[in-house]
């Protein structure tokens, strides 16, 4: 196997993803580049994988260690350009990591979105697939439904017929978290394999992080495609129509049973911006969760003039209400940033899916001042585990901003969760103060894994 790290003068700048390509992944939900890594390397990873499968099992969240190596397809010129492309250049490599091996004789799996869905349109996750084979669809690609991840109901899996993600030895599709996708019946006579990451945005948009030929956008941002770019612009949602006839119909076709029409309408509704935000307020604590979640969408889009109305149901006498209130606000980010002190009583209602969602809101309201670090350093000592996981991840985005919470990382660095201790070391390399970068040295010396060991060496 080639040696890793590369040298500093071998690496490539990022190849950043070009205005064609970003677009086409807005519309469809993912995109596929080419490793520039030889041959040779990716099947070494295919037989190393093959062979760990074979003798140990899979390797699961160690993948990385075990394999150090891979990391050099994550850190590749092409695959390095689209994470920066879509993430912005402070994206995080998150702590789980999944090789899937299809076997032949495979019947594949049942379409799915993966678990943590989320009512959002905009891409601050993502599913990565590394092919370390030749994947043609004999032997059972990952098959993936084009602009499915707009849609929350199983109406995605059948917008449009499935695309098999085939390619050549090397290539890495990234995926928006919600993409429908499922692992294809494998006909052939080889197992196909594939290792999945996931990574997340850690700081909003401000600007375009790919080639863009217009730095500034371009057309005014109606439809559902359309805000969704704009957003990766870091453009406001401030272009609104006056309100027009056909709005009493806009919003009973929220809650229809179709859910393309729907979203169709929430859009249009956000086009007319104040006008409708008291009408969509009162949808989002509505009884009907099929109808609130396509107000919220239409309420992110509208951006800060709904924040006010939003915000209010904050205080709404059902929990699941006052959930919703704060995903949505979490959704508009830094629109919503005047939400901030009501996110930060929010993180302490008595309602545990309630603070869940406030305590994710305030790391993409409050980013840029130190307001939520105190709620959120609190908030690792919760009973509940979603809340400390959300509320480690909201400190890593906060970022610098949230060196007050270091006493309550350091002590999250042994938390009984896996990922509440892996996101809490990141929070503390984003801080980056001595006293930060010590902690982490000494946590990574004693955590340290061997990749070596194993159930046939364990010396």
């Known amino acids: 196997m080639s040696d890793w790290p590369a040298a500093m003068g071998d690496q490539m700048p990022p190849q950043l993803l070009t205005d064609d390509e970003m677009s086409r992944f807005i519309r469809d939900g993912f995109v596929t580049v080419m490793s520039t890594l030889d041959r040779a390397f990716h099947d070494d990873v295919w037989s190393e994988t093959d062979r760990a499968f074979t003798e140990d099992g899979n390797p699961g969240n160690n993948l990385i260690p075990r394999f150090p190596h891979i990391q050099r397809v994550l850190d590749d010129a ?12 402070d994206y995080y490599a998150q702590p789980h990591r999944h090789p899937h091996a299809n076997p032949p004789g495979s019947p594949g799996q049942q379409m799915h979105q993966d678990g943590g869905r989320r009512w959002s349109h905009r891409t601050r996750r993502l599913l990565v697939f590394y092919y370390p084979q030749d994947t043609p669809e004999e032997i059972g690609p990952t098959g993936v439904v084009p602009g499915s991840h707009f849609y929350s109901t199983q109406d995605g899996a059948a917008l449009e017929a499935e695309l098999p993600v085939v390619g050549q030895a090397g290539a890495v599709t990234l995926a928006n978290y919600d993409l ?12 196909r394999y594939m290792l999945k990451f996931l990574y997340a945005r850690m700081s909003e948009p401000s600007q375009p992080t790919w080639d863009a030929a217009d730095p500034v956008g371009g057309a005014p941002a109606h439809g559902m495609e359309a805000r969704s770019l704009a957003w990766h612009y870091g453009a406001p949602s401030d272009d609104h129509a006056s309100a027009g006839q056909g709005q009493a119909d806009l919003l009973a076709r929220l809650d229809g049973s179709d859910e393309g029409d729907a979203l169709q309408a929430a859009y249009s509704l956000s086009d007319l911006g104040p006008a409708v935000v008291d009408a969509l307020a009162t949808t989002l604590v509505g009884d009907s969760e099929n109808a609130a979640r396509n107000a919220s969408h239409a309420l992110t889009a509208i951006g800060a003039p709904a924040v006010g109305a939003v915000a209010d149901a904050l205080d709404h006498e059902r929990p699941e209400v006052r959930a919703r209130a704060a995903e949505t606000l979490g959704d508009m980010g830094m629109a919503a940033a005047e939400s901030v002190p009501r996110l930060v009583d929010a993180a302490r209602d008595g309602d545990a899916s309630a603070r869940r969602y406030a305590v994710e809101a305030l790391g993409t309201t409050a980013q840029g001042t130190a307001a939520a670090t105190q709620t959120l350093a609190g908030a690792l000592a919760d009973d509940d585990e979603r809340v400390r996981r959300n509320a480690v991840l909201s400190l890593a985005r906060i970022g610098r901003d949230a060196e007050g919470a270091e006493p309550a990382l350091v002590s ?16 503390l390399r984003r801080i980056g103060t001595p006293e930060a970068n010590d902690t982490l040295l000494e946590f990574l010396t004693v955590a340290r894994w061997c990749p070596d060991t194993s159930p046939r060496s364990t010396h």
Do not use: F
């Not at 999250?412 to 929070?427: F, G, I, K, M, Q």
């Open 78 to 89: 092409p695959v390095q350009g689209a994470l920066i492309s879509l993430l912005g250049p």
């Open 180 to 191: 429908w996708h499922r692992a294809m019946p494998n006909l052939g006579n080889r197992t």
């Open 412 to 427: 999250a660095l042994t938390d009984e969760s896996r990922y509440v201790r892996a996101d809490a070391a990141h929070a």
